[in-house]
């Protein structure tokens, strides 16, 4: 039996506020970080107010630097499940030492730091977790984002869908910029909107040791991208009007007739290589003034749009066959000889529209939370099920230019290596993206339960049912509340959700005994969310010390090299929520090498599920996974229904 430590709770005058709004939190995504390595997303339900999205951070609260001994208490809680009782009193001593010496001197530094800096924590997660990441950003960071699939009768079906999905990103660009998007509220706490200023324009730039971003909010021309040639296309025609619907699908024709073979020396495959790689090769083409002048259009361009060739997506019977290879193209574009040289991996939004139907868009992730992301997909799904609406034409439309890039041998030899190893990383990445649809989270509120917290205990005895072990696990919540606030972990695994799972698994147990542990663990993770979503969680908090200590040439204490920290840091289930009414879903890899990820969307009556594994590791597989989760989800509906009827 686990044995629980007492955590006080801690909450601000909201509190009871955040408590309320549990089923409305918003719920972000976010990337490969320093304590451990990704942060992922979560729904966001939103009150909208009046007030502007861009004149709101300067009134907002500071992110509070907890205190150590909290932070402490709520640590050996959650380290709990991952060690036996011998390792958890070793643990026991090194934290009490810990709270009683050099953590007291890292506190305070800490702490005037945070009087230094509107959010203490700020520059130190965009440089350690993002730019200074240097696996690539293909499946180890960047989502892919699955918008519905399409089904397109001719070329021209696709350009002008394609053409829409421009229009639309553009429409929602102009109401960031008038800030006109609402601001979002969690409760009575409205949230720092300063993220949405910075997907459109943005681009991460590759350099040694940590990337740097390059923001361009006042771009006039979007980057499209076909058979892995790169085009300029101006959206506004020299009498400063900008291109309709038809206009910009002639604009599309053009740059498919310039591209009609494929580019096998095409240097987008090189946004898909380790950053430090890809920034050796960076250098070598910026040294050429031509190639220069071409890199720097794509970084001002607005987006990149991806026209893809088709994949075979409708010669798959099974929807979830599809799903799949719709999720693995948005991905990582399936390999240098699909589409994944078809991409510029550096660019914040990357939209991918492909002949057969594939929709949706690539994310990289350092400039922003998901929530833009998320709201986007929405706005461009509602955008292109309205009617064409002509709008006046520019009588001067630009053409498209074909950026010229010149190839040196040793750059030649750079696409190459990046091939090959896109390609080992594509074949190493097992994604198994399914509905679920035997319910949805209709019936989980009508049991009065949190849809996000049964869905992740569902996780939790999903790989409880499979490795017989507890599963680290990863969730994020939005410190928007503070400005210039990004995420927090919410640790999913807790000594209730082992109790839980074990309970289920126990076939002497009553329904009426998995009913309540079942509702224990939801609890449990619920009130941890509340203190996470304060920016009162155990990691960020953890992490500032450890980058307090290391800028202050102080010895990085013992706790970091404990064995509960690292057991419990090793995020074996990485998990992200994005909710979204339309049938779309995102996906992305795992964590770790021995893990998985499964993003979810839960909807009125189904679940999209995207889950993803690494072929190498014997211990992994993600049909296994599917298969336990799903009767996870029915066991869990099941035992709820049992304790009602035996209550009766």
């Not at 071409?294 to 749009?305: F, G, K």
């Amino acid at each position: 039996m686990l044995t629980s430590v007492k955590v006080q709770e801690t909450f601000n005058q909201d509190g009871e506020d955040l408590t309320k709004m549990l089923r409305g939190l918003p719920k972000l995504r976010g990337l490969k970080g320093f304590l451990e390595p990704y942060v992922t997303s979560m729904q966001i339900t939103c009150n909208y107010t009046s007030s502007h999205s861009t004149t709101n951070s300067q009134n907002l609260p500071r992110l509070p630097v907890p205190k150590l001994k909290d932070t402490i208490e709520k640590y050996l809680l959650t380290v709990r499940p991952h060690l036996n009782d011998e390792e958890f009193a070793k643990t026991t001593t090194l934290v009490k030492d810990f709270l009683n010496g050099t953590g007291q001197k890292l506190q305070a530094l800490l702490e005037k730091r945070s009087k230094e800096h509107l959010n203490w924590l700020e520059e130190w997660w965009l440089n350690t977790a993002y730019l200074e990441y240097r696996d690539p950003v293909v499946v180890f960071s960047s989502p892919g984002l699955a918008f519905p699939l399409e089904k397109f009768e001719s070329q021209k079906n696709q350009l002008q869908y394609a053409a829409k999905t421009l229009l639309a990103a553009l429409e929602y660009k102009s109401l960031i910029d008038n800030n006109q998007i609402p601001v979002e509220m969690m409760g009575k706490n409205p949230l720092d909107m300063q993220q949405y200023k910075k997907i459109f324009g943005t681009c991460r730039i590759p350099w040694e040791k940590r990337d740097k971003l390059s923001y361009n909010n006042d771009s006039k021309h979007v980057t499209i991208i076909h058979n892995n040639h790169i085009f300029h296309v101006d959206l506004w025609g020299d009498d400063n009007i900008l291109l309709n619907e038809d206009q910009i699908v002639e604009q599309l024709s053009k740059v498919i007739k310039l591209s009609n073979t494929v580019n096998n020396e095409g240097i987008g495959i090189l946004t898909s290589e380790n950053r430090d790689r890809w920034a050796k090769a960076y250098q070598l083409l910026a040294n050429d003034k031509i190639n220069k002048t071409s890199l720097e259009d794509v970084q001002r361009s607005i987006v990149v749009l991806c026209l893809d060739a088709p994949v075979g997506l409708w010669k798959l019977k099974d929807p979830d066959a599809r799903r799949t290879l719709a999720g693995a193209q948005l991905i990582h574009g399936n390999g240098s000889s699909s589409n994944g040289g078809n991409r510029w991996f550096d660019k914040t939004v990357q939209f991918v529209v492909g002949a057969d139907g594939v929709t949706g868009l690539t994310y990289e992730h350092s400039p922003a939370e998901g929530q833009p992301i998320a709201v986007l997909m929405d706005f461009i799904v509602q955008y292109l099920a309205k009617n064409k609406n002509p709008g006046p034409r520019s009588s001067r439309p630009r053409e498209p230019t074909h950026l010229k890039f010149n190839v040196s041998s040793d750059v030649g030899a750079m696409i190459n290596t990046a091939k090959k190893n896109l390609d080992s990383l594509v074949n190493n990445l097992e994604l198994n993206c399914f509905q679920y649809n035997k319910y949805g989270k209709n019936f989980i509120k009508e049991q009065k339960l949190s849809p996000d917290s049964y869905l992740q205990m569902a996780m939790q005895l999903a790989f409880y049912r499979l490795h017989k072990v507890p599963g680290a696990h990863y969730e994020s919540a939005a410190t928007r509340m503070y400005i210039g606030g990004r995420t927090e972990t919410i640790r999913s695994c807790s000594i209730e959700s082992v109790e839980f799972a074990r309970t289920m698994l126990n076939a002497n147990n009553s329904p009426k005994e998995k009913s309540a542990a079942l509702k224990s663990a939801i609890n449990s993770h619920k009130n941890y969310t509340v203190q996470a979503l304060q920016g009162l969680g155990v990691d960020r908090h953890l992490l500032g010390l450890k980058l307090t200590a290391i800028e202050n040439g102080i010895e990085i204490p013992k706790i970091y090299s404990d064995k509960a920290f690292t057991k419990s840091a090793h995020m074996r289930i990485s998990t992200s929520q994005v909710a979204s009414k339309c049938d779309g879903f995102m996906c992305y890899g795992p964590l770790v090498s021995d893990g998985y990820a499964t993003c979810y969307n839960p909807r009125a009556n189904d679940i999209n599920f995207a889950t993803s594994a690494f072929v190498d590791n014997p211990d992994t597989d993600c049909v296994k996974y599917r298969n336990a989760l799903e009767q996870s989800l029915q066991d869990m509906h099941d035992v709820l229904l049992q304790s009602i009827t035996s209550k009766l």
